[in-house]
């Protein structure tokens, strides 16, 4: 069982940057692949970024590729989601997730999820 609490959200300027973070309890999250999916209103959860436990490479949307940044303290236990050059559609709730195995671009295929944390991009 793993229990994930995000935090770092809020209200930011067109262009600003923010770091979400993910703090993992119950395992250790370097035992999982580990990733961010985001939602906005009326519209479905969508991926953001993700990691797999043994593959260090990582995965991005293409809406957020090159400006946004997934990293892990292991150490921690805590997972990042560093946000740059921020744009008004990156406006959604931002939820940290986590699985077993490998990375996946689809929602349904993780198991744990956070409550979420709001990010809010002003124009």
């Known amino acids: 069982q793993v229990h994930l609490v995000e935090s770092g959200g809020g209200l930011v300027q067109a262009g600003g940057s923010l770091r979400l973070s993910c703090a993992g309890s119950?395992?250790?999250?370097?035992?999982?692949?580990m990733g961010w999916f985001r939602q906005a209103p009326g519209k479905e959860r969508e991926f953001v970024a993700s990691?797999?436990?043994?593959?260090?490479?990582?995965d991005y949307a293409d809406s957020v590729k090159g400006r946004f940044t997934i990293s892990r303290d292991n150490a921690k236990n805590t997972v990042y989601l560093q946000m740059n050059s921020l744009k008004p559609e990156d406006t959604a709730v931002y939820s940290c997730?986590?699985?077993?195995?490998?990375?996946?671009?689809?929602?349904?295929?993780?198991?744990?999820w956070g409550p979420g944390t709001q990010v809010t991009v002003s124009s």
């Open positions: 119950g395992r250790r999250i370097g035992e999982y692949a």
């Open positions: 990691f797999s436990w043994t593959d260090p490479n990582t």
């Open positions: 997730v986590a699985k077993w195995g490998y990375s996946d671009y689809r929602a349904l295929a993780w198991t744990y």
